[in-house]
């Protein structure tokens, strides 16, 4: 029985992105066929599973070859051995650091060590994720703080330089960082209903307002280093507790049975402590957003509020701490209404 191939000789590496997605999932070779001769790659190519198969290994192949250059992708660029176009490189480079936000969420805030790594597996159980994904993702987050946390200048540009990755991964990962450095409390069961993106969002707006860097451009650990000569200057907001007039911006809100102005200035006064630093989601959680949420306010109403008190210290002529309240407030504001889910 003869066969006749069409055979041609080229130096571009051939990358199947669908296949590239398979391998990245962390599925075996057989898996991989399988779900693709369930797509129909068998009509598709007019192709037998033999065929296929030996298709799927090459290409696993070819990205286990290349899988040392993605952990270094400003050398993806200038390497010989694999000629990839460069909007294959782009694409190769942004799903490999691509994650799971269910599993960023798992490891979010806790130490990117062997320790947590050992607790891959139940992640892997937990989230329905591979445990080789599971990997993956867990070490491209170490790589990129252990690259990024002690460089000077903005946190995510330093990862994009380093990592050629798109604006908002860039961004995602600079929340990795930033949590993985402040050791925020993340896993207690009053925070589970929050996402990684509502931590992510949150990251953004610290990174952006009460780290070092948002006074000062050209500092190691800028954007991972809350300032803390600002955290110091909170205990200055102390004077609003017992401020007769900030005090009575309150009674129209009478189905509030709880101190939330008190509250608030209170856990500022607390930030110069690491412990109540740590404890910042969980604090808001407990003081402002379950008294809240049991009042049944919506989230027009707390932004009312929010707005509302946030101005009345502007009213207040003896106060001195305005830009200290605004950029505190500033934050505060923002990540409640992101954590309050109606």
Request: hydrophobic share 40%; with cysteine; net charge negative.
């Amino acid at each position: 029985m003869s066969m006749e191939l069409d055979v041609f000789v080229g130096n571009t590496t051939i990358m199947d992105m669908e296949v590239y997605q398979l391998w990245l999932d962390g599925l075996t070779v057989s898996d991989a066929v399988k779900v693709r001769m369930d797509e129909g790659a068998l009509l598709e190519y007019e192709a037998n599973a033999e065929v296929l198969t030996s298709d799927t290994m090459d290409q696993f192949r070819t990205f286990q070859m290349c899988e040392r250059l993605l952990h270094s992708p400003t050398k993806l660029g200038s390497q010989l051995l694999y000629q990839i176009p460069a909007q294959n490189q782009r694409i190769l480079i942004e799903r490999y650091y691509e994650f799971d936000s269910v599993f960023a969420r798992e490891v979010l805030g806790k130490k990117l060590s062997k320790g947590t790594k050992k607790d891959l597996d139940d992640i892997s159980c937990k989230t329905a994720i591979t445990l080789k994904s599971c990997r993956r993702q867990f070490d491209n987050f170490k790589r990129v703080f252990k690259v990024v946390e002690e460089l000077k200048g903005p946190l995510v540009e330093n990862i994009q330089r380093h990592f050629l990755l798109s604006d908002t991964l860039a961004r995602d990962y600079a929340a990795i960082v930033f949590f993985a450095n402040s050791r925020f409390e993340t896993g207690k069961r009053k925070l589970q209903y929050l996402s990684f993106q509502d931590f992510a969002f949150c990251a953004g707006q610290l990174i952006s307002y009460w780290t070092i860097g948002a006074v000062d451009s050209m500092v190691e650990d800028m954007d991972v280093d809350l300032e803390k000569e600002f955290l110091h200057e909170l205990k200055d907001l102390k004077v609003l507790v017992n401020d007769k007039d900030m005090m009575d911006q309150h009674k129209m809100y009478d189905g509030c049975k709880h101190n939330l102005s008190r509250a608030l200035i209170n856990l500022a006064s607390k930030l110069t402590h690491t412990k109540d630093v740590r404890d910042l989601f969980i604090d808001l959680v407990e003081k402002f957003i379950e008294p809240c949420r049991y009042d049944r306010w919506t989230v027009a109403e707390i932004t009312l509020f929010l707005t509302h008190y946030t101005n009345a210290a502007h009213c207040l002529g003896t106060f001195r701490h305005q830009m200290i309240w605004d950029r505190y407030m500033g934050v505060i504001k923002s990540c409640i209404l992101q954590m309050y889910h109606e």
